[in-house]
């Protein structure tokens, strides 16, 4: 047997530097803190460690505006995911994370990735998954890749959650050509978990075992978290071998035997293997609790022989978990870890030290000042310059090119307003046996447990092209739409994680949107106390020089204290009365119907008064509450009709409308005002409706009654139902069915 | 009644089988985990549940099928003990040798998370027996692959001696290709063995048991169970 040894390092070059995506001023900034030439090995910790994507190095001096405490605030960001009381001792442990460019790459493999990353994020807290969203953005249906992107992410986000057992209960899916060489998959997990059984990173105590638990290390992912920081250009696809492969069933184990050792009171510290794998989890354990950290890679368990210390410290191989235990429970760990079938193996301890160091074969491969490699990253105040909104555009400057009804028919079929059937059909969103509301409606519904009335309400929203035209009033709305569509099954909306999906932050203009959209939010959630508690910036989502849409995807979650009063989106019987409940001036300005009936994307998004949202929302929610309406559905794209027809379609039940809001037909029937709702009560309570409304300052008008089979807008011919359906569904399977 | 529900690597309905067993019977059963090599004394019915043992890496059910447990299954089933195996659970029956056939990929290739609707084939058998001769029940599928296949004489026998259980149809009742989402071999959604003691299944029951929740269509499956047992004890 030869002895092991280690191969002589490359040369540190400018070439090697810029490879590693470091910037000039970057590396002398490493000179400066290290005091001499890093080695090879600490010259991947650093590449790792001070990228977009681990260091937030353009995001980090605004994200620090964001409203991020309420008294049930557990923890806010900075942890694996946010954490919420809910009451009765138990809490919410919830995160958004972007897999854009790897779903891109390579669509089964980057989605499953991103599926697993954030399930992780939240057993690694101590809770268990309870449900899963998605927020999906692809090309123009026409370009070639939109097809089988599409297709492939979905059966990989499938793939994962439906295997590792989690219900996948929502989601948004939209296209435009803005996306077409940089998808946009979004995937948040939600669990549960004890108020006094949350784990965190911070290691505590000195020369304790560090323990390396999970599937095995390999060379996949190797500089991932570095692809995910650098614009795309030709030849991106070669970057195939840089996305990891997921094992669900895998992860399925590593929660279990996870779950059972944190019952079992083994655990001091622990932290998931994601981006950057083992340097990011490791330095995070030792940086948070003030220790330092000795590894001994030769412990590592590999998937592959003569794996060099650059190797294992950038590997970003999944299903993998740092622990510090406690060194009397290690032996009840290790039996727990074997009966699963995962790997178990110490690789280190802490030190009172302060340094990072990695050692192979005996020998010191990197030895760096931990909490600097996190603290003294870089940070940037990037130029930014302030977006001019586009302008407002009137309702009686956009005739209306066909009859309403023809529209409606027509938008229902197009790829944004079509049913995601298709898609969702392909999640098992009914696997624990607690989903309350099923994939269609405003928000996905999950009870906590059998023997609880309590259930989580759940949903992710953004309107990128409102964003676009002025990021400030988008960044509103993307909350401003989660709250309400929570609000919409009877939640009260208790927290937020978002995903900040964004161009190259060294362009001003796309600086200028990042701040905006953030300025928006921020305003949007401390008006609707709707703290942001964890969440992700994905940037340079650009391909040759052109931007995404700015798409800063906001995943809210609330709590509903009886699941059986919770209300749906379908009709209930017929013969009710139909309210509308908001304010409507008919704003077609960057309007579904402006830009897929007209075919204009133009104006400006309609502006959100968070007053108003506020106050209608705290109305229609505390009928729901009551009992005091029968079904409930938000107003978002595609305004008041496609909200009717979704109504209809849901129960079978058609609508007779006879009254509309004043103003042009078609701006009313399909402007995207916002704050609004649509409910039904029973006829013989219409009467106190609208007198509760009128007390509480609260818009609302009948509009009429629902019954028959049919939908009938004023003026218009009656639509039947199963039309509305047929081309309400057909647009997405008859689109996929397309070539390849 | 005594139910033990097998808990493989990778299962991941063990606890929603659970749950409708417990509120059905009002017993919890036992979880048993794949590494033993006995169930507990008195289990009268063994549960397969749903999930993806190991994986399903290999061919669905391949590796179950051959777990340390399993030996104690095929001694209840040759007892005459009730086996119910529920997706993935069905899969390994198959792979078992405890049924006949084989489950592929769905037609379209796709996984599939739907309400389907079943037709009751016969009411004469202790999973059964809750329901009417002919009843179209609602019961959620989720699965990959769910394709029932068999050779012609196989299916011939299961045809002939009356061994399915389950086929999918239309809300009305309607059997045809429009109904069989999964492109089942005449529309089989799931089969009994020749003694009528062990089912496999693709829909999952279980999930449609809490009125709560919706559809209780699948209460009944187990309902039928727990009088059937009562009955023999």
């Known amino acids: 047997m030869t002895h092991a040894t280690t191969p002589p390092e490359p040369a540190i070059t400018p070439a090697l530097i810029a490879e590693h995506g470091l910037k000039p001023d970057e590396y002398q900034r490493i000179l400066d803190l290290i005091g001499r030439e890093p080695t090879f090995t600490e010259l991947g910790i650093f590449s790792a460690m001070w990228n977009e994507h681990c260091s937030y190095k353009s995001s980090r001096i605004h994200l620090r505006k964001l409203p991020t405490e309420a008294p049930w605030v557990i923890q806010g960001p900075g942890e694996n995911a946010g954490v919420i009381d809910i009451g009765d001792g138990d809490a919410v442990v919830f995160k958004m994370e972007s897999h854009n460019h790897p779903s891109y790459i390579e669509p089964y493999q980057g989605a499953t990735t991103g599926v697993g990353g954030i399930l992780r994020d939240v057993f690694t807290m101590g809770a268990r998954p309870i449900a899963c969203l998605n927020f999906l953005r692809y090309g123009h249906p026409d370009h070639p890749k939109t097809r089988p992107v599409l297709a492939g992410s979905v059966a990989g986000i499938g793939g994962y959650g439906n295997s590792f057992g989690v219900p996948t209960i929502a989601g948004g899916v939209g296209f435009h050509t803005r996306y077409d060489g940089n998808c946009l998959i979004n995937a948040m997990a939600v669990g549960l978990a004890k108020t006094d059984g949350i784990f965190y990173a911070a290691a505590a105590g000195v020369g304790l075992p560090i323990v390396y638990l999970g599937s095995k290390t390999g060379r996949d992912g190797m500089g991932g978290a570095t692809m995910a920081s650098a614009e795309f250009g030709e030849g991106s696809e070669e970057k195939r071998p840089t996305v990891q492969v997921g094992d669900p069933f895998a992860e399925k184990l590593l929660l279990e035997a996870c779950l059972e050792i944190m019952a079992k009171d083994c655990v001091v510290a622990i932290q998931d293997m994601g981006a950057a794998g083992l340097t990011c989890s490791a330095v995070e354990m030792g940086a948070k609790g003030n220790l330092g950290v000795e590894l001994d890679l030769d412990k590592v368990p590999c998937r592959e022989t003569g794996m060099t210390a650059y190797e294992m410290m950038l590997s970003e191989s999944q299903e993998r978990m740092l622990m510090v235990l406690k060194p009397e429970k290690e032996a009840e760990a290790e039996a727990i870890f074997r009966k699963w079938g995962l790997d178990f193996a110490v690789v280190g301890h802490t030190t009172d030290t302060l340094r990072f160091v990695v050692k192979r074969h005996g020998k010191v491969m990197a030895d760096l000042p931990i909490k600097e490699l996190g603290d003294e990253a870089p940070l940037y105040d990037r130029p930014w310059i302030k977006p001019a909104p586009w302008p407002v555009l009137e309702a009686s400057a956009i005739p209306a090119p066909m009859s309403n009804a023809d529209a409606l028919v027509k938008l229902l079929a197009t790829p944004d307003l079509c049913s995601k059937r298709w898609v969702w059909e392909q999640y098992d969103y009914m696997i624990l046996g607690n989903t309350v509301q099923r994939p269609g409606g405003d928000a996905g519904v999950v009870r906590i447990a059998p023997d609880q009335t309590k259930a989580l309400a759940m949903t992710t929203d953004v309107t990128p092209r409102y964003c676009e035209a002025d990021p400030f009033e988008g960044g509103k709305q993307a909350v401003a739409e989660a709250w309400r569509n929570l609000t919409a099954t009877g939640a009260k909306p208790l927290a937020v994680t978002d995903n900040l999906n964004f161009g190259n932050p060294e362009r001003p203009e796309i600086m200028g949107q990042f701040v905006f959209c953030l300025k928006g939010i921020a305003e949007a959630c401390r008006a609707l106390d709707f703290p942001i508690v964890s969440g992700n910036v994905s940037l340079y989502n650009e391909t040759n020089g052109r931007g995404i849409l700015p798409t800063p995807t906001i995943g809210g979650v609330g709590v509903i204290d009886d699941y059986s009063k919770a209300a749906g989106v379908a009709f209930r019987a017929e013969g009710e009365a139909i309210f509308l409940v908001g304010e409507t001036t008919g704003w077609l300005g960057q309007s579904a119907y402006l830009r897929d009936i007209v075919g204009r994307e133009a104006g400006a998004p309609p502006p959100v008064d968070l007053a108003a949202e506020r106050r209608n929302g705290d109305f229609v929610r505390s009928l729901i509450t009551e009992g005091g309406v029968t079904a409930v559905h938000d107003l978002s794209d595609g305004g008041l009709a496609i909200a009717l027809a979704e109504m209809a379609m849901a129960s079978g039940i058609g609508a007779a409308i006879d009254t509309l809001p004043d103003g042009p037909a078609h701006a009313v029937l399909f402007g995207e005002d916002q704050a609004r709702y649509l409910v039904t009560v029973a006829a013989a309570d219409a009467a106190a409706f609208t007198s509760r409304a009128a007390a509480a300052g609260v818009p609302a008008l009948r509009l009429g009654t629902t019954g028959g089979d049919r939908l009938t807008l004023p003026g218009e011919r009656p639509i039947l139902i199963g039309d509305l359906k047929t081309a309400h569904e057909s647009w997405l399977p008859t689109y996929m069915a397309g070539p390849a | ?233």
């Open chain 2, 1 to 233: 009644m005594n139910a033990a529900v097998i808990v493989f690597p990778g299962s991941n309905r063990e606890r929603d089988v659970a749950f409708a067993l417990e509120l059905v019977s009002g017993r919890k059963p036992a979880l048993v985990w794949h590494a033993d090599t006995q169930l507990p004394p008195g289990t009268d019915l063994v549960v397969l549940p749903g999930g993806f043992s190991y994986g399903d890496y290999l061919r669905c059910g391949a590796i179950a099928a051959r777990a340390a447990i399993m030996e104690a299954v095929r001694a209840h089933a040759a007892r005459g003990g009730l086996v119910l195996g529920i997706c993935n659970g069905f899969q390994i029956l198959c792979e078992a040798g405890l049924l006949p056939g084989v489950l592929m990929r769905n037609k379209d290739r796709r996984f599939a998370c739907k309400v389907a609707h079943l037709k009751v084939e016969r009411t004469d058998t202790p999973f059964t027996r809750a329901y009417a001769p002919g009843q179209v029940i609602a019961i959620p599928c989720a699965h990959g692959e769910g394709n029932y296949i068999a050779d012609r004489k196989t299916l011939e026998k299961i045809e002939g001696n009356g061994l399915v259980a389950f086929r999918y149809c239309s809300a009305a009742g309607e059997v045809g290709p429009a109904f069989n989402h999964n492109g089942s071999t005449n529309s089989i959604a799931g089969i009994f063995s020749p003694k009528l003691n062990v089912l496999g299944m693709m829909p999952h029951p279980e999930n449609h048991v809490d009125a709560r929740l919706g559809p209780t269509d699948g209460r009944g499956l187990f309902a039928g169970l727990v009088d059937a047992l009562v009955k023999a004890a």
